[in-house]
């Protein structure tokens, strides 16, 4: 069973299928994703100027000293022959008289963003999904979401963490109302990011942390939660009390086209902070940001596209160009109001090389996944590159006919249990807690941080916890509960790794901390052991 429908779970889902018969199962319309709304494209050595160690010691630098070399080598070398066979798959990535157009990013030294104009994600979600599509050995269930993982704790109630396996999950059926019992000799989460904590964020309503939530249930290790990288550049859409659940990405690849960030008051700022300027990598161009803001107390600074032709803008930049146009903004001639918004979470579930988690037949790939490739930060269009990857590494392990997943044959695994609960009639409860929790986490876990801040966030992120499982236990399952309660978790596990990590590095800036004096040069890890 592959439990998500992006970029990691189609690709895993398509080698695993060689052999093997494949359950995808996916919260909404299987399109939707993080990956559906990728822009800038997938970083590769592509270009006859570039070279494996240079994306390598791109990585390295952005990641503050975190990163997993054995990882990033692994990402980098296998990149060029995955962005082929995404070729072969039917992906039409954007061509320069028939070579492949290669964009620049912040903090790539070299240009080698493969990308389909701005609409990089939506293309790769399309030729995957055909190829899904006419593949017999792979059924999708859609509006489907994974409740919890099945371990040996469900089945024996045992409590002992170590030598656990995973046999499935409990998935509710948002149709017909019902919770299915999925028994699978591997289980892959491939469920994306956790955006959606933060008040504002670039991602869709659906990265919400499930799958690192349910793993943490289960008693897997979760890694460098504190990371959590803001986009620079978000459109700034003006609209009262009101947020929008999704903030429209304004890709860092207009920057590497030649679009500079300037002050309200029209003035360049970035030669201040760092010699890259507007190309820098993300931490410090959206703490830059964050620092200008605050000092003119302007709620966003701008983005000046206007020295790119009007013909380059429309042609590499549809989706940027027309969603700025609907909203009055002609972005050959006008700047472009922009502000930070939640992007990526760079922690997750913690995987070996090859996916796999600390619990046996459990993997996880792409976003959901702490593979050691980010460290402190993320760069650049190396993510779907990262779930690319992993993806193919674990997709070999489980098609080869001669590696045998233990199923739970003897075992008798329970049917979920629903007694004693009703339909929820205080959705206020729930819509509430959603709001208060992206508030919290936008306003004391953000971009810049401190102990106060982050003590103050944790009691009220326990308190809603608590509430939560209570209500979560007398209350007939429903996706926006599970989602609640999944959602006050992450935010735990964000805030308790940030207030584990006693320094600044990368994305986590705490003013407490505020000297380069970095001493914990080692992954925040935190394991739920009192399942
Ligand atoms: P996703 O694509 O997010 O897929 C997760 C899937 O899991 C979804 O189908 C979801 O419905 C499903 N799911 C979640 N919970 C459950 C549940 N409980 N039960 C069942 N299904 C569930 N990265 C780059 O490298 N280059 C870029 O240019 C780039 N641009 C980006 C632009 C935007 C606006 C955003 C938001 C991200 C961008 N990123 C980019 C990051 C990148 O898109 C993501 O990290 C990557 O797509 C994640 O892929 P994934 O397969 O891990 O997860
Ligand atoms: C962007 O296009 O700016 C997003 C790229 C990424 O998140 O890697």
């Given amino acids: 069973m592959v439990i998500g429908s992006g970029i990691a779970g189609l690709s895993f889902a398509l080698k ?60 980098v070398k296998n990149g060029p022959a995955l962005i082929d066979e995404l070729i072969d798959l039917g992906v039409r990535f954007s061509r320069e008289h028939g070579r492949l157009d290669l964009g620049r990013e912040g903090g790539h030294v070299r240009k080698r963003i493969v990308h389909a104009k701005d609409l990089t994600g939506k293309e790769i979600e399309r030729a995957l999904l055909h190829q899904i599509s006419v593949n017999k050995n792979i059924r999708v269930f859609e ?83 504190e990371f959590v990288q803001f986009h620079p550049t978000s459109l700034y859409e003006a609209a009262g009390d009101k947020y929008s659940p999704q903030s429209f990405l304004i890709s860092e690849a207009l920057r590497g086209a030649g679009a500079i960030l300037k002050t309200r008051s029209g003035r360049e700022f970035m030669q201040k902070y760092d010699k890259r300027k507007s190309l820098a990598p993300r931490d410090i161009v959206a703490r830059a940001i964050d620092n200008e803001m605050k000092k003119s107390g302007d709620k966003y600074v701008y983005l000046d596209a206007t020295g790119i032709a009007l013909k380059k803008l429309k042609s590499e930049f549809p989706n940027i160009y027309e969603k700025c146009y609907s909203v009055g903004i002609n972005i050959s001639r006008e700047f472009i109001p922009v502000v930070p918004a939640a992007h990526y979470g760079c922690g997750g579930i913690v995987s070996d090389l090859n996916g796999k988690t600390s619990i046996k037949n459990l993997f996880v790939l792409g976003e959901a996944a702490m593979t050691g490739v980010h460290g402190a930060n993320r760069l650049a269009s190396n993510s779907l590159l990262e779930a690319l990857v992993y993806a193919d590494k674990a997709g070999m392990i489980c098609s080869n006919p001669s590696i045998k997943f233990r199923k739970p044959n003897q075992l008798k695994i329970p049917d979920w249990d629903s007694s004693g609960t009703e339909n929820a009639e205080e959705w206020v409860l729930i819509s509430q807690n959603r709001t208060e929790i992206k508030q919290i986490m936008f306003n004391y876990v953000g971009i810049v941080r401190s102990n106060l801040r982050l003590n103050r966030a944790l009691r009220r992120i326990q308190l809603i916890m608590n509430e939560t499982e209570v209500f979560y236990k007398k209350t007939k399952v429903n996706r926006e509960l599970l989602e609640l309660r999944n959602m006050a978790q992450i935010s735990y596990l964000i805030i308790r790794s940030a207030l584990m990590r006693k320094e600044s590095r990368g994305l986590h800036y705490s003013t407490d901390y505020p000297d380069k004096n970095r001493k914990y040069l080692h992954d925040t890890i935190i394991s739920n052991k009192t399942v």
């Fill in 16 to 75: 695993a299928a060689r052999t093997r018969r494949v359950l995808i199962i996916t919260k909404k319309e299987q399109a939707e994703s993080n990956t559906n709304y990728a822009q800038g494209g997938i970083a590769s050595v592509i270009s006859p100027d570039d070279s494996f160690g240079l994306h390598i010691k791109d990585t390295l630098d952005c990641g503050a000293g975190l990163c997993h070399t054995d990882a990033v080598e692994q990402i």
């Fill in 143 to 225: 509006h489907h979401s994974a409740i919890d993982l099945i371990t040996e704790h469900n089945i024996t109630k045992s409590k002992r963490i170590a030598n656990r396996h995973c046999y499935g999950a409990y998935v509710y059926d948002e149709k017909s109302k019902k919770i299915l019992t999925v028994i699978s000799g591997v289980t892959v989460l491939c469920t994306g990011g956790i955006g959606q904590v933060y008040l504002h964020t670039t991602n869709p309503v659906i990265a919400t942390g499930d799958g690192i939530a349910m793993a943490y249930r289960s008693g897997c290790l979760i890694g460098n939660m």
